[in-house]
């Protein structure tokens, strides 16, 4: 038999390897038993990764913070989608149709009306899905800067205010179809991008800090994350879920 | 007495969303453990831990029974940490553009710091730890701590992630092989 490769070590280290031809070459080669000696001094050492304990009292908290959103759904102006998500790339055409239905210009509105209404839907529904994409990477990515000296952050603040008008049409469509769960977390997000916008575009540490309190204090990112999940499960048909659904 | 897993699970389904407290009380620190693996950060560990119990309950009516609820659990929050990681990644790709295949860990990982030296003396090879799986791809970093931390054999991993057993091995393997590359100078530094 030739040597083992590192796959085949990976496998026995993990116990993965039924082969006995393994264990009997590994029994009686040296080199394949200091290749293991080294793999298994990395893995072994990968044990050592600090995890915070969480304290006894963690499961309730977690409880607490979830127990509200357990309650029974209203229905959802989005029920019903399930067409791939990028099957219209479209937050232009979505614009343009929340833009006649709000303002209600006839011409629009008549150009509007040659499309069925599942599929107005969906545009507005994928539009809405990466709208939110955008803004929760502004955040994530401000919440993640740990940068101790002065930051520029304009180029954010750029992004922000591109979404900030996106945003209000999408708020003011949820709160016509009567969607409250999803036009207040789109009120609180064009708060925080408002200020983002608003904010010197050089900022020390303690400005830094103040936007990111102001980020993780209303947990926004994770209501964020919440109404894109529940679009998301609508995107695909749950039988063969892809990585990223179950 | 708390009623099991199976028990509690049955209650939620039959419409008693009280019943899902057991659920979450009784496992959502080792959530915790598995989200702040993926992630290396108490909040958005939180975060996940949060997201993942929201999204188990609203599918519950899915889970099949076939395996243990926690493992059914687990294969959701990973799910779930590697959407956060992915985006986080994109992002941080569009500032930076990094090899897809992450060959610039070494060179991460010695800005890292610490010197063999210092390491030798401080036994603060640890440090180093964190940084080697951030460099991990999402895919990778997924797929090894399930194998490695949580103790999911490949096959598993590959239907938690939804892809065939070749790709969640290849996952694993790469995972080693960079965290390999990126511990191996330390380690034999640190034992010599
Ligand atoms: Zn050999």
């Not at chain 1, 040296?30 to 293991?36: F, K, M, S």
């Not at chain 1, 400005?207 to 964020?224: H, N, V, Y």
């Amino acid at each position: 038999m030739k040597h083992l490769n590192q796959d085949e070590l990976v496998l026995h280290y993990y116990g993965e390897h039924a082969d006995p031809a393994v264990a009997q070459h590994l029994a009686d080669c040296e080199d394949c038993r200091a290749h293991l000696e080294s793999l298994t001094r990395v893995l072994d050492a990968m044990d050592d990764l600090e995890v915070p304990e969480p304290s006894d009292a963690y499961g309730s908290r977690v409880w607490q913070r979830l127990a509200p959103e357990l309650a029974p759904s209203p229905a959802r102006w989005w029920a019903g989608w399930f067409a791939p998500r990028r099957l219209v790339a479209a937050a232009a055409m979505a614009a343009l149709l929340i833009g006649a239905f709000l303002a209600g210009k006839v011409s629009e509105r008549r150009q509007m009306a040659g499309l069925s209404a599942p599929v107005r839907e969906r545009i507005l529904l994928v539009a809405v899905g990466e709208h939110l994409d955008r803004s929760q990477m502004i955040l994530v990515e401000l919440v993640n800067n740990e940068s101790k000296g002065p930051v520029d952050i304009s180029e954010e603040q750029q992004r922000a205010e591109d979404l900030i008008g996106e945003n209000r049409l999408y708020r003011q469509a949820a709160l016509k179809s009567g969607d409250r769960a999803m036009s207040s977390v789109l009120d609180e997000l064009e708060r925080v991008l408002l200020d983002i916008a608003h904010s010197p575009s050089k900022l020390d540490a303690a400005g830094l800090e103040q936007i990111r309190k102001q980020i993780e204090g209303q947990g926004i990112l994770f209501k964020i994350r919440v109404v894109s999940a529940n679009l998301r499960e609508r995107e695909v048909p749950p039988a063969r879920g892809k990585a990223g659904t179950i | 007495m708390e009623p099991s897993d199976a028990t509690a699970v049955a209650q939620v389904r039959a419409g008693n969303p009280d019943a899902y407290r057991v659920l979450v009380e009784r496992h959502s620190r080792s959530v915790f453990r598995l989200a702040f693996r993926m992630t290396g950060n108490e909040q958005d560990a939180e975060d996940l831990v949060q997201e993942t119990f929201l999204r188990a309950y609203r599918q519950i009516g899915k889970f099949d029974g076939r395996a243990s609820f926690s493992t059914w659990l687990y294969r959701i929050a990973a799910n779930c940490s590697l959407d956060l990681i992915r985006v986080r990644k994109r992002r941080q790709e569009q500032q930076t553009p990094v090899n897809e295949e992450g060959e610039e860990l070494a060179g991460a990982v010695a800005a890292a710091d610490p010197t063999p030296d210092r390491l030798a003396f401080s036994g603060e090879l640890k440090e180093l730890l964190r940084p080697a799986i951030e460099h991990l791809s999402p895919m990778e970093r997924t797929a090894f701590v399930l194998r490695h931390y949580e103790g999911m054999c490949i096959e598993e991993i590959g239907r938690a992630l939804g892809v065939n057993t070749g790709a969640a091995k290849h996952s694993v393997f790469r995972a080693v092989q960079k965290l390999r590359r990126a511990l191996e100078p330390a380690l034999s530094s640190a034992s010599s």
